[in-house]
């Protein structure tokens, strides 16, 4: 998952016996691999369940997303002196599938972690998703614990038999050593939108529309509204959102990894302080006018990194925000497609890995749209001999999986 595969998994063929037969791809000499975290990973999946398919090869090293996300905690976990324990943090799980992913990946390299005790701590508001999130992770195998009245409403064990606790506020998760997790979370969080006019920032507010009874529309609130504090006093657009309820909850998260340590991955749509109008609704995968038929659609507001980025008010450093398709390349993803499609002789599965890599890469598509952002403590990248310049430099001396391209040790 890092720049090593570009010299290992990427450009030489794994010597396997099976049977009594030794079949090479001949490219390199053996004496040139090098042992990657995802050769470690394939090794030990194969030593547990016996050989893989190419197609399971060609899916676990270039196509699954989430073992990304699960190597990028495990690279930091390393980075910052391999804690004995760790709590995996996900905020808005959806129906948990993600944290499932990560669960694997951290099972499959279970000989790295095997000396770290880890938890999972889901913050969910909604009790229908917790249930399926739940089904998700633990299939039931042992009866949920439930407690509407505690701040831990749910407790389970996941199949990997790591346990996992349930929370409505990320206030109530236990501090400690923790990676955060957001993905496509902060994006669906209300915003408050204002417009600059000659008199000053006005917000943008939704009223009923006085020429049809039953349709609503936006107007500019007459006078300065509360809200309006979350504007920097130099912002040059012209129209702006703000998200207080994601500045709450950057404050917490930075506050925590100050203290206790950790990192934080933010992934999302979103931008660095350069859009202005990207409050939108999609009703079945398409654009949908945000004023009509409310509820029936979902909206969305890009993520504004640059207002993240000054909400951690600088307790921790922050990178990013990235394109996919940078924190993609310097993940290796390039390399391992041409090795792969070297290795496919159906016309078919070359098409299938093509299309696959020109959604993650392509600009007009995921490749510009969405963005990794991370926080870590300062330490993390320059020392704590150096901390007290940390905070003015934006220039890391360590590097980290994704934001730079790393070599593995």
Request: net charge neutral; proline share 5%.
């Amino acid at each position: 998952m890092n720049a090593l595969v570009r010299r290992g998994v990427a450009r030489a063929g794994i010597p396997c016996i099976w049977r009594g037969k030794c079949f090479s791809s001949g490219n390199e000499p053996a004496e040139s691999h090098q042992v990657t975290p995802m050769l470690r990973h394939l090794m030990y999946k194969i030593k547990s369940t016996g050989p893989i398919t190419v197609a399971e090869y060609m899916k676990e090293v270039l196509t699954n997303p989430a073992k990304l996300l699960g190597v990028w905690f495990v690279s930091e976990w390393i980075s910052s002196g391999k804690s004995t324990t760790f709590q995996l943090v996900e905020l808005g799980p959806g129906r948990g599938t993600l944290t499932g992913d990560i669960l694997r990946v951290f099972s499959q390299l279970g000989s790295v972690l095997k000396s770290c005790d880890i938890s999972v701590h889901l913050v969910e508001v909604s009790p229908k998703l917790s249930e399926i999130q739940a089904l998700t992770l633990t299939e039931e195998k042992l009866p949920l614990e439930r407690d509407a009245d505690s701040l831990v409403y749910m407790k389970g064990v996941s199949k990997s038999g790591i346990p996992v606790s349930w929370y409505r506020d990320l206030k109530d998760v236990p501090k400690g050593y923790s990676f955060y997790l957001a993905h496509e979370f902060f994006d669906v969080l209300p915003v408050h939108k204002f417009q600059k006019t000659p008199q000053g920032w006005r917000e943008v507010l939704v009223d009923i529309d006085p020429q049809v009874s039953d349709k609503l529309r936006f107007v500019l609130a007459p006078c300065a509204t509360p809200a309006e504090a979350f504007i920097q006093h130099n912002e040059r657009r012209d129209h702006v959102e703000v998200c207080p309820d994601a500045g709450i909850i950057i404050q917490e998260v930075a506050q925590r990894i100050a203290l206790t340590g950790g990192a934080a991955l933010i992934a999302d749509y979103g931008h660095d302080g350069t859009k202005t109008d990207t409050f939108r609704g999609f009703c079945g995968h398409r654009l949908h006018d945000v004023l009509i038929a409310p509820g029936t659609a979902d909206l969305t507001a890009d993520v504004d990194f640059s207002y993240l980025r000054r909400m951690a008010q600088g307790k921790v450093a922050s990178l990013g925000p990235v394109e996919q398709r940078t924190f993609l390349k310097n993940m290796g993803i390039d390399v391992r497609l041409k090795v792969l499609l070297d290795n496919a002789d159906e016309a078919s599965v070359k098409q299938q890995l093509l299309r696959g890599y020109d959604m993650l890469m392509n600009p007009q598509k995921m490749g510009e749209r969405f963005n990794f952002f991370a926080l870590l403590p300062h330490q993390r990248l320059h020392g704590a001999s150096q901390e007290r310049n940390a905070r003015q430099s934006k220039t890391p001396t360590s590097s980290v999986a994704g934001f730079d391209e790393l070599v593995w040790q």
